[in-house]
């Protein structure tokens, strides 16, 4: 009996020097192992240490080793006298954020068709076949064949049902695929079955051939869509999570999310396999409403989920002229694009919802579209701050212009003097310079297209909007940097000149726009974005400091682990064993 009190009195002794000596010079370190049977490590947190650790704080000075616990860093410093037994190879950076997209639909997208790139409709009807020969269920009334990616430029027209009934089997067949960027569905003879006939008119929205929707006219079709089971919505987040965790993303902006799936997502968040932080914003049942009664305010405690905000639509997308413009596309005079909302209706749902405390954010493409977007905030701001100025008021509700892709000179302007936070896909830029300047014209698209540098003053957010692009953030900062297709590693015209390179931004400001800059749009300053002593322990381990690496081994990065909260989540198969995680 007295050998095991002076045993525990031993280890309580033991632990308390820890505690006061606890860094990775501490001589306690190695005898603290030798008590395997207190669980010193969950009390005294975990030592982690790199070649170099990228903060993205303000402190300057540099780091190597860093101290996990609870979930957070309790300690970042410096320890150069470590021995590399000691010392994990690579190097640290935050855990990077996409501040736009779409969780549910890149997992559905991982279990569906895969259009993108298509270059003909043999080859669209060659994936279409592939993939059903292995998905017996597809296509049935119950689960329908889903696809996503196509893109009418490469048709050099719109597609329509018949173009869908490859073969008699795929006659009787479901099929739904969505365009590139999401804004039109192309629908197989099947499923116009089930649709009135006539069909009727939707404001905002449009049917430029049989069996192709686009914007509000998706609706007509999306009535009669069966939703995918519980089962299988889990198996898409899921899926979506790991091909996030991949591209060292810890946490997103979902840009619409149904009071439905917020349910689901509230339930599935307490889990330990939801391995991404999600900012969800909240979109209405029925689309550019306001539906308070069905909205939650949600933070969970583990900081997996937060809901408070909400998106609204203004207006299309530019690939299908569907962007709301001030004047006419220039390879179509007889369009200027189509608004989703009138302009008196908008600013009424920005007023309500920012009124019932939610930060709101419009989905805005065209001139037009950014225009109203911001007069709809002007007058929020003044409902909400009467006695204040609009600036400041502005930087307590953060409303943000989702995409805020062309924006006419004035607009800018009164952007930056409200300081509005635009929310930018660098990709976007260098998948649409193709066509961009047909269909704005070359002054157009110099003074109000892509803007990322002129905006860099308000903070932007960068994200990818996946699973209308890749989600990979690498090819995101290629893309800010260079103004280049991160696929080709090209600009338009073939060459690395960039797009319009006046508007690229530096590897810093890349990185903040997929760090610190989302984590201030979500309110979560002071808890990610940065690694400092009090934020989630997020990070993210590379095989060398991006700031060795040059264009092209930028946009090939890939990355060797992912942390959440402390707790690996992803490392790349095939990498290097690393030494002990704890010093």
Same mark, same amino acid.
């Given at each position: 009996?007295?050998?095991?009190?002076?045993?525990?009195?031993?280890?309580?002794?033991?632990? /308390?020097?820890?505690?006061?000596?606890?860094?990775?010079?501490?001589?306690?370190?190695?005898?603290?192992?030798?008590?395997?049977?207190?669980?010193?490590?969950?009390?005294?947190?975990?030592?982690?240490?790199? !070649?170099?650790?990228?903060?993205?704080?303000?402190?300057?000075?540099?780091?190597?080793?860093?101290?996990?616990?609870?979930?957070?860093?309790?300690?970042?410093?410096?320890?150069?006298?470590?021995?590399?037994?000691?010392?994990?190879?690579?190097?640290?950076?935050?855990?990077?954020?996409?501040?736009?997209?779409? $969780?549910?639909?890149?997992?559905?997208?991982?279990?569906?068709?895969? @259009?993108?790139?298509?270059?003909?409709?043999?080859?669209?009807?060659?994936?279409?076949?592939?993939?059903?020969?292995?998905?017996?269920?597809?296509?049935?009334?119950?689960?329908?064949?889903?696809?996503?990616?196509?893109?009418?430029?490469?048709?050099?027209?719109?597609?329509?049902?018949? =173009? @869908?009934?490859?073969?008699?089997?795929?006659?009787?067949?479901?099929?739904?695929?969505?365009?590139?960027?999401?804004?039109?569905?192309?629908?197989?003879?099947?499923?116009?079955?089930?649709?009135?006939? #006539?069909? #009727?008119?939707?404001?905002?929205?449009?049917?430029?051939?049989?069996?192709?929707?686009?914007?509000?006219?998706?609706?007509?079709?999306?009535?009669?869509? #069966? &939703?995918?089971?519980?089962?299988?919505?889990?198996?898409?987040?899921?899926?979506?999570?790991?091909?996030?965790?991949?591209?060292?993303?810890?946490?997103?902006?979902?840009?619409?999310?149904?009071?439905?799936?917020?349910?689901?997502?509230?339930?599935?968040? /307490?889990?330990?396999?939801?391995?991404?932080?999600?900012?969800?914003?909240?979109?209405?049942?029925?689309?550019?409403?306001?539906?308070?009664?069905?909205?939650?305010?949600?933070?969970?405690?583990?900081?997996?989920?937060?809901?408070?905000?909400?998106?609204?639509?203004?207006?299309? +997308?530019?690939?299908?002229?569907?962007?709301?413009?001030?004047?006419?596309?220039?390879?179509?005079?007889?369009?200027?694009?189509?608004? $989703?909302?009138?302009?008196?209706?908008?600013?009424?749902? +920005?007023?309500?919802?920012?009124?019932?405390?939610?930060?709101?954010?419009?989905?805005?493409?065209? =001139?037009?579209?950014?225009? $109203?977007?911001? =007069?709809?905030?002007?007058?929020?701001?003044?409902?909400?701050?009467?006695?204040?100025? $609009? *600036?400041?008021?502005?930087?307590?509700?953060?409303?943000?212009?989702?995409? +805020?892709?062309?924006?006419? #000179?004035? =607009?800018?302007? *009164?952007?930056?003097?409200?300081?509005?936070?635009?929310?930018?896909?660098?990709?976007?830029?260098?998948?649409?310079?193709?066509?961009?300047?047909?269909?704005?014209?070359?002054?157009?698209?110099?003074?109000?297209?892509?803007?990322?540098?002129?905006?860099?003053? /308000?903070?932007?957010?960068?994200?990818?909007?996946?699973?209308?692009?890749?989600?990979?953030?690498?090819?995101?900062?290629?893309?800010?940097?260079?103004?280049?297709?991160?696929?080709?590693?090209?600009?338009?015209?073939?060459?690395?000149?960039?797009?319009? !390179?006046? &508007?690229?931004?530096? @590897?810093?400001? !890349? @990185?903040?726009?997929?760090?610190?800059?989302?984590?201030?749009? +979500?309110?979560?300053?002071?808890?990610?974005?940065?690694?400092?002593?009090?934020?989630?322990?997020?990070?993210?381990? /590379?095989?060398?400091?991006?700031?060795?690496?040059?264009?092209?081994?930028?946009?090939?990065?890939?990355?060797?682990?992912?942390?959440?909260?402390?707790?690996?989540?992803?490392?790349?198969?095939?990498?290097?064993?690393?030494?002990?995680?704890?010093?």
């Amino acid at each position: 009996m007295a050998l095991v009190g002076f045993g525990l009195t031993l280890s309580v002794l033991i632990v /308390l020097v820890a505690v006061v000596f606890q860094n990775a010079e501490s001589p306690f370190t190695p005898i603290i192992g030798l008590f395997g049977f207190l669980p010193f490590q969950q009390m005294l947190g975990e030592t982690h240490c790199y !070649a170099a650790i990228k903060t993205n704080s303000d402190d300057k000075s540099q780091s190597n080793c860093f101290t996990v616990k609870n979930g957070l860093f309790e300690r970042v410093f410096s320890n150069q006298s470590l021995g590399k037994s000691n010392t994990k190879t690579g190097y640290v950076i935050p855990g990077l954020w996409d501040g736009h997209g779409h $969780l549910l639909q890149l997992g559905e997208l991982r279990n569906s068709v895969d @259009l993108f790139g298509a270059k003909a409709m043999s080859e669209v009807h060659e994936r279409i076949i592939e993939y059903q020969s292995h998905h017996i269920l597809a296509g049935t009334s119950e689960q329908w064949l889903r696809g996503v990616g196509w893109d009418q430029a490469t048709f050099g027209k719109w597609p329509s049902a018949i =173009d @869908l009934e490859i073969n008699d089997k795929f006659r009787d067949l479901y099929v739904m695929l969505d365009r590139v960027d999401v804004h039109c569905i192309w629908v197989s003879k099947k499923v116009l079955s089930l649709l009135p006939n #006539p069909l #009727p008119e939707v404001p905002g929205g449009e049917i430029p051939a049989e069996g192709i929707f686009c914007d509000n006219a998706m609706e007509i079709v999306l009535k009669h869509y #069966p &939703e995918p089971t519980v089962e299988r919505k889990t198996k898409f987040i899921k899926d979506a999570m790991h091909e996030l965790n991949k591209f060292g993303v810890v946490g997103m902006h979902d840009a619409g999310v149904t009071p439905s799936h917020l349910k689901l997502y509230e339930t599935l968040s /307490l889990d330990e396999n939801w391995t991404v932080r999600v900012y969800a914003m909240i979109e209405c049942e029925t689309r550019n409403t306001f539906c308070p009664n069905e909205a939650i305010k949600v933070e969970t405690p583990n900081g997996k989920l937060r809901v408070q905000s909400v998106k609204l639509f203004a207006d299309g +997308a530019l690939g299908s002229w569907g962007s709301a413009m001030i004047e006419p596309y220039s390879d179509k005079e007889t369009s200027s694009g189509s608004l $989703l909302v009138n302009s008196t209706t908008l600013t009424q749902l +920005a007023v309500e919802w920012a009124g019932a405390g939610y930060q709101v954010n419009i989905h805005a493409i065209g =001139d037009l579209a950014n225009r $109203l977007a911001v =007069d709809a905030f002007e007058e929020s701001l003044k409902s909400l701050c009467p006695h204040t100025s $609009l *600036r400041d008021c502005q930087s307590r509700h953060r409303f943000r212009i989702e995409h +805020a892709q062309i924006i006419h #000179p004035d =607009d800018q302007r *009164r952007i930056r003097d409200l300081g509005i936070i635009p929310s930018i896909q660098p990709t976007h830029a260098t998948s649409d310079m193709y066509y961009a300047e047909s269909r704005l014209g070359k002054k157009r698209t110099m003074e109000e297209a892509y803007r990322m540098r002129s905006l860099l003053p /308000l903070g932007p957010v960068f994200g990818s909007d996946f699973p209308v692009e890749p989600a990979n953030v690498f090819e995101g900062i290629f893309a800010a940097m260079t103004r280049r297709n991160p696929r080709t590693g090209l600009d338009s015209e073939g060459r690395k000149d960039g797009w319009y !390179a006046a &508007e690229a931004v530096t @590897l810093e400001d !890349a @990185l903040q726009g997929f760090t610190v800059n989302p984590a201030f749009a +979500a309110f979560l300053e002071g808890r990610a974005g940065t690694i400092e002593t009090g934020h989630y322990a997020d990070w993210v381990v /590379l095989d060398e400091p991006l700031e060795a690496l040059d264009d092209e081994s930028l946009r090939f990065a890939t990355v060797r682990e992912t942390w959440v909260g402390g707790k690996q989540v992803y490392r790349r198969p095939g990498s290097e064993d690393l030494p002990s995680d704890a010093v």
